[in-house]
Nanobody, 124 residues
Framework: QVQLVESGGGLVQAGGSLRLSCAAS????????MAWFRQAPGKEREFVAA????????YYADSVKGRFTFSRDNAKNTGYLQMNALKSEDTAVYYC?????????????????WGQGTQVTVSS
């Protein structure tokens, strides 16, 4: 079992930045792939970013490419999502997810473990 806890969400003005954290416990952190998804009111959960188990490759949704950066610190059992140049359309609940696999997936159904989510609100 893996437990994931997100933090770092909040209210920010358009153009601002936030850094989300995802603290993991329960298994060796480097054993699994991590990803971020988000869900806005009335919309389906959508892929944001993911990283392979060893950090060798990162994947981003086109809507966040160039603005968001996903990193992980295996020594701290924590993943991070640095979000810059935020837009009102980035407003959503952001979820951290994990799965025991070598490679990341952009499909939410491929992830076995989920955090409780953290709210990000971008005011225009």
């Amino acid at each position: 079992q893996v437990q994931l806890v997100e933090s770092g969400g909040g209210l920010v003005q358009a153009g601002g930045s936030l850094r989300l954290s995802c603290a993991a416990s329960g298994r060796t952190f480097s054993d699994y792939v991590m990803a971020w998804f988000r869900q806005a009111p009335g919309k389906e959960r959508e892929f944001v970013a993911a990283m392979d188990w060893d950090g060798s490759r990162s994947y981003y949704a086109d809507s966040v490419k160039g603005r968001f950066t996903f990193s992980r610190d295996n020594a701290k059992n924590t993943g991070y999502l640095q979000m810059n140049a935020l837009k009102s359309e980035d407003t959503a609940v952001y979820y951290c997810a994990a799965r025991t696999a070598w490679y990341a997936s952009t499909s939410a159904t491929r992830y076995d473990y989920w955090g409780q989510g953290t709210q990000v609100t971008v005011s225009s």
